[in-house]
């Protein structure tokens, strides 16, 4: 079963424009992370965010998240056409040990 | 650092026939993970180990998929017989663990299975 449900299914940008991608899930967690995929094969971590914190940034990347609201979003700044992929959030619920569960994708186009 | 291997990296089966997939994990990562990934959707675990330990297997249809770790390190994912709803991408992960929670999965390039 999916935890996560990623909304939009899919995004077309022009490059050098901002992408905001989001994720609602639907049980308690320990963190978050984001995945990207290229070409349908394997995924790459992006970054990982922990329930007590609200905001995290990696490079071009800003992450956020809202316990109370079950969320989080993605949001990539100055896009780059090599940032087409598909992007996944993944939920570790509490519980005994780590189970990272992903969501629905979102899949991003960045046309040059 | 060599990555998460997995072979082979595609195959073509027909209906009811058997299959098998084999990754070998990151030297010394604990925890190996199967995803099957079908088309358009995200990856569903299908079993995860820590070392040569069964943690979750709930999502595994265990009527025709089987998968073993021996020796805590490599492992082998098994369809016996295929469905034409198991055509999909099967996706090995690993991680350093076995006791961290906040641990990033390191994926191989995946399998992709079409059944006929």
């Known amino acids: 079963s999916q935890q996560g449900e990623e909304d939009p299914q899919a995004l077309s940008i022009q490059e050098g424009e901002n992408a905001t991608m989001n994720c609602s899930y639907k049980?308690?967690?320990?963190?978050l992370q984001w995945y990207r995929q290229n070409s349908g094969r394997g995924l790459v971590h992006l970054i990982l965010?922990?329930?007590?914190?609200r905001e995290k940034h990696s490079g071009r990347l800003r992450v956020t998240l809202d316990t109370s609201k079950k969320s989080s979003s993605l949001l990539i700044t100055a896009s780059r056409a090599a940032d087409t992929a598909s992007y996944f959030c993944a939920t570790d619920a509490t519980g005994g040990y780590q189970k990272v569960t992903f969501g629905t994708g979102t899949k991003l186009q960045v046309i040059p | 650092e060599a990555g998460v291997a997995q072979s082979p990296r595609y195959k073509i089966i027909e209906k009811r026939q058997s299959v098998a997939f084999w990754c070998n994990p990151i030297s010394g990562h604990a925890t190996l993970y199967w995803y099957q990934q079908i088309l358009g959707q995200g990856p569903k675990l299908l079993i995860q180990f820590q070392n040569n330990g069964v943690v979750d297997d709930s999502q595994l249809p265990k009527d025709r998929f089987s998968a073993e770790r021996l020796k805590g390190v490599d492992s082998t994912l098994k369809i016996q017989p295929a469905k034409l709803e198991d055509s999909a991408v099967y996706l090995c992960?690993?991680?350093?663990?076995?006791?961290?929670?906040?641990?990033?999965?390191?994926f191989g390039s995946g399998t992709q299975l079409s059944v006929l």
């Open positions: 965010i922990r329930s007590n914190e």
């Open positions: 049980t308690s967690i320990n963190n």
């Open positions: 992960a690993s991680s350093t663990g076995p006791q961290g929670r906040e641990e990033k999965l390191f």
